[in-house]
């Protein structure tokens, strides 16, 4: 693959995984990378995985690595972490590397049109000619009326910068020997 399309590829699943975070940590299990042939049976939902700093004492077997960047908490991170060691039989999980980054992005609100009432209010008075049986007579009247019109306003658009937060984890997820 050359590095042009390997950039391309890498920026299309950067921007994809910024989904992440709304997904369920089941969604992560495509990120785990096994590093043996041998299949493990899954542990127990209720198997409280160990996630360590360095390397454990007790000797151990690396079985698999889980990396990928996400906009999602810290909290997600590490139950992705848990769901990912238990579905593939790990005993415990050795934190490689994380990393957060801020990178800012712009983003548009379009413009669009809203109508405002504007209310007129008519009064005074008014003079008509009658032309009845009794002849034409003049008519004076007071009086008043209201009229609402709807007019447009244009609400412009606008751009702005926000700041997305990714979390970066690696991890190995062993058996102990």
Known sequence: MTKPVFHGVLTALS????LVGCESVSYTAQFYRPSTARVFPPKPKD??????SKPPDRPYTVIGRLSFTANASYDFMIRAIHYNTRLQGG???IMLHEDIEQRPYNYY?????SYVPVTTYS???????YCGPGGPTRRS???????T?????FNPGYMGVGMLTLRSIDASIIRYK
């Open 15 to 18: 921007l994809a995984l910024l």
């Open 123 to 129: 009064f005074g008075t008014t003079n008509s000619r």
């Open 149 to 153: 019109t709807y007019l447009p306003a």
């Open 109 to 113: 609100v379009p413009g669009y049109t």
């Open 91 to 93: 005993d415990a999980a």
């Open 47 to 52: 198997y409280s995985v160990p996630i360590f």
């Open 141 to 147: 009247e007071y009086g008043t009326s209201t009229s």
